[in-house]
């Protein structure tokens, strides 16, 4: 895939995790934003310092401008990411087209970046538990999204070395297997921290955690079809035009 082909295609990663970040906003605003004023208000009525004293962010602001700015640039940066591995992956995972391959990004995407690490450090409300450990709580989300992109992409060198011996159905079991096995090794090793007090609603931690996992949800099922469509236009506009076949098949090794 040339040069040009490759700064076109992060234009458009970018436009999509734009177009995704808007969906995500309104489900953030609609979905995550009660949860976290609830969690706010139990945090207030249980704390013991009343004394106060003006917030230098409005709650108004943050829930409203502040959430908007945090969103779409997060939409946009990963937009941008996740093209730059379409391009990489186009062609060379299988014979796929461009919106499947979109797809499959996305969905790797998706449970790389947030469903393995949520299920070991799962999202907590703003301002409970103890602010003193947040380094520590921040620092070992991050170490298990790293941990999970090494453990994705050993896992798909594993299934394609594994594929000449066992093809291609087996090998990707075979895969999935090993990288399940490694990521529960990582869960069994890496400290847990749960720091919500006893007596913190369970059905809000619950509906505070399922609306972070739809606001995800939602951003990379945008990004998804919206880049797979502009991939799509821009690598294979015209299936009848003369040498285009040729031309936009596969990209250059």
Same mark, same amino acid.
């Given at each position: ?10 234009? #458009?990663?970018?436009? $999509? ?7 995500? /906003?309104?489900? @953030?605003?609609?979905?995550? *934003? &009660?949860?976290?004023?609830? @969690?706010?208000? %139990? ?11 003006? *917030? ?20 946009? $940066? ?32 998706? /449970? ?12 907590? !409300?703003?301002?409970?538990? +103890? !602010? +003193? ?8 989300f991050f170490l298990m999204i790293a941990l999970s992109i090494l453990l994705t992409v050993a896992a798909v060198i594993l299934g394609k070395r594994l594929a000449p011996r066992l093809g291609n159905w087996n090998a990707t079991v075979a895969a999935g297997a090993a990288f399940v096995a490694a990521v529960g090794l990582a869960y069994a090793f890496l400290p847990s921290v749960n720091e919500l007090p006893d007596d913190f609603p369970a059905?809000?931690?619950?509906? %505070? ?13 945008? %990004? ?12 294979? &506009?015209?299936?009848?035009? &003369?040498?285009?076949? $040729? #031309?936009?098949?596969? &990209?250059?090794?």
């Amino acid at each position: 895939m040339n040069s040009i082909s490759v700064r076109a295609l992060l234009v #458009r990663g970018m436009l $999509a995790g734009l177009a995704a970040g808007v969906l995500a /906003l309104v489900v @953030a605003y609609l979905l995550g *934003e &009660p949860h976290v004023d609830s @969690a706010i208000a %139990f945090e207030e009525a249980h704390s013991h310092d009343h004394g106060g004293g003006d *917030e230098p962010v409005s709650r108004t602001l943050q829930s409203t401008a502040g959430l908007a700015t945090g969103v779409l640039v997060y939409g946009v $940066a990963l937009g941008g990411i996740a093209s730059l591995v379409f391009c990489a992956a186009l062609g060379r995972i299988g014979r796929f087209g461009p919106r499947a391959t979109a797809a499959l990004v996305s969905l790797g995407a998706l /449970l790389t970046l947030y469903v393995v690490p949520f299920l070991k450090y799962p999202a907590n !409300p703003p301002s409970v538990g +103890d !602010p +003193d450990s947040l380094d520590k709580r921040t620092a070992l989300f991050f170490l298990m999204i790293a941990l999970s992109i090494l453990l994705t992409v050993a896992a798909v060198i594993l299934g394609k070395r594994l594929a000449p011996r066992l093809g291609n159905w087996n090998a990707t079991v075979a895969a999935g297997a090993a990288f399940v096995a490694a990521v529960g090794l990582a869960y069994a090793f890496l400290p847990s921290v749960n720091e919500l007090p006893d007596d913190f609603p369970a059905d809000l931690l619950w509906k %505070f955690r399922l609306s972070s996992l739809a606001i995800q949800l939602v951003l990379w099922t945008g %990004f998804g079809l919206v880049f797979g469509r502009f991939a799509e236009r821009l690598l294979a &506009p015209r299936a009848g035009a &003369p040498g285009e076949k $040729a #031309r936009t098949a596969a &990209p250059a090794g």
